[in-house]
């Protein structure tokens, strides 16, 4: 399994304090994937993003990467092999032009600046920000930001992509709109996994689901096995939701 | 980038032709007290204005090349050129030790600034006390007037000397805005974990900028000592020098290529000109000094360079 996962997680776990926020997690993610992370609020997704992506050190378990044991490796040295994410608070460079913004994505790979401006102006137009290249961040709609999120992880040519609710917050045009853009970038070869509460893009992306509930996987198989799945009724609607679903 | 090599090239004219026009002492002091300044004000920038660390104590680095070349000079017997070249490669290497030693522990914001101050206030104190500082009466450098020994007769040597290094300033600062690291440095200054996560690495870029601020800074404090020939700890690693450097850069405006060269210059400019013409009411000069610093900093929170980019913004709307 080791050999054909792009992403494995083993036994993984972290408290904080009393909390224990992510519990005996492993899961193997095949390259190529587009996945889906799904779970009620407070589960622990973003801290599961945080502790594969290397923002936060685990107390218990390892992370692989391309096969390579990447536990509590720091976030910038995993980005360099090709593990990038992007937050669901959006966190753009905000006194800076989108173009610069996701210029820094470009550089990773780029020491010429010339070279990683172009790129963003490659990358800004595949992602629909063409027409914004020369605008603030700050002056971006909600929309506009998450686009530029993406793009900037995009920019460092990423092997898995880890995206944090990327449609939070987006209303069902933009919605509609931003699911092809992440079914392109899936095309294109890049492992996806997301985390998403929208499903109806969890139904209409991801091939494999899988379903955190306080800390632990409670489920895994394609969106419709996941979602007629007793436990995870339960996790979202409450004990004995699914017998009630069920009559 | 071009823009910028031609504006730099514009204002060596300028300085250049007001060196040349003019014989006036008290001219040709102003000049250069204002370009000392903006030396000062561009190094504090580098590190401030485009990598957000705002030091309280870039004094370290100033007073580092201020002595350094002296005791090099006056122990050593070394030439004042290269112990010139000295002092700038003691404050780097401090400003590299510095910076390690505060970046590595993720210090930022004001326990950054706190954390320099108190840097700064130990070197000036262990330059009290040391013998090979000259302790409290400072060290006297010895007056041996000659271009060689980099102690011009006219001021207009000492012009020419701290152009050179404010136009060199200026190239860095020019060069970092087009280059990779001045990009990861404003990452990091605008959101550090967002620049991780595209594989910046905070420390590195950080690193760069310290040991850049504090090289410059340590050529202006060897420069301070070629013009007044005497250092001692209170003057060179005291908390004025450390304001000096950050309120120019600030007023003039942050991350700015023109802004601290501005801030420090109208700041210098005005200083002088009240201490001329309230000479006989003293401490009014520091009231109105005062008072000008604050409606600067309340109503133009981009400084200078941040009033004149919306000015000609503003001119070109009503044009077009």
Known sequence: MADTALLQLQALGISFGGLRAVHDVSLALPQGTLGALIGPNGAGKTTLFALMSGFLKPDAGRVFFAGRDITGRAPQLNARDGLARTFQVVQPFAAQTVRENIA???????????????????????????????????????????????????????????????????????????????????????????????????????????????????????????????????????????????? | MKADLAAIAAFVLCIGVFTAATDSGVLLNALMMALYAALLAQAWNLLGGYGGQFSFGHALFFGCGAYASAIAQMSGGVNAWLALALGVAAAALLGLAVGALTFRYGLKGSYFALVTLAFAEVFRILALSLDFTGGGVGLMLPLKPAAANLQFVSRKGFIALVAGFVVLALLATAALRHSRLGAQLQAVRDNEDAARA???????????????????????????????????????????ISIEALVGAIVGGLGTLW???????????????????????????????GTVLVLIVMFMPRGLAGLLRSLSAAWKARRG
């Open chain 1, 104 to 247: 820094v994505g470009a550089h990773l790979h780029l020491k010429s600046r010339r070279a990683a401006l172009a790129a963003a102006d490659g990358v800004a137009a595949e992602l629909g920000l063409a027409p914004q290249l020369d605008k603030p961040a700050a002056d971006l709609t909600v929309a506009g930001r998450k686009r530029l999120e993406l793009a900037r992880a995009l920019a460092t040519k990423p092997r898995l992509l880890l995206l944090d609710e990327v449609l939070a917050g987006l209303n069902p045009q933009e919605i509609g709109e931003m699911i092809p853009v992440v079914q392109r970038i899936a095309a294109r070869g890049v492992t996806v996994l997301m985390i998403e509460h929208v499903m109806q893009a969890v139904m209409n992306l991801a091939t494999t689901v899988w379903v955190l509930a306080q800390g632990q996987l409670i489920a895994h198989g394609t969106p419709a096995e996941v979602t007629s799945d007793a436990l995870v009724i339960e996790a979202y609607l409450g004990p004995g939701a699914a017998a009630r679903l069920a009559r």
């Open chain 2, 198 to 240: 595209v594989g910046v690495d905070p420390l590195r870029t950080k690193l760069a900028a310290i040991t850049l601020s504090a090289a410059v800074t340590g050529a202006a404090g060897a420069f301070y000592l070629q013009v007044f020939q005497y250092i001692d700890p209170n003057i060179v690693f005291g908390p004025g």
């Open chain 2, 259 to 289: 802004g601290p060269l501005l801030g420090a210059a109208v700041l210098h400019l005005l200083a002088d000109s009240t201490r001329n013409l309230f000479g006989e009411l003293p401490g009014l000069n520091l009231v109105i000094y």
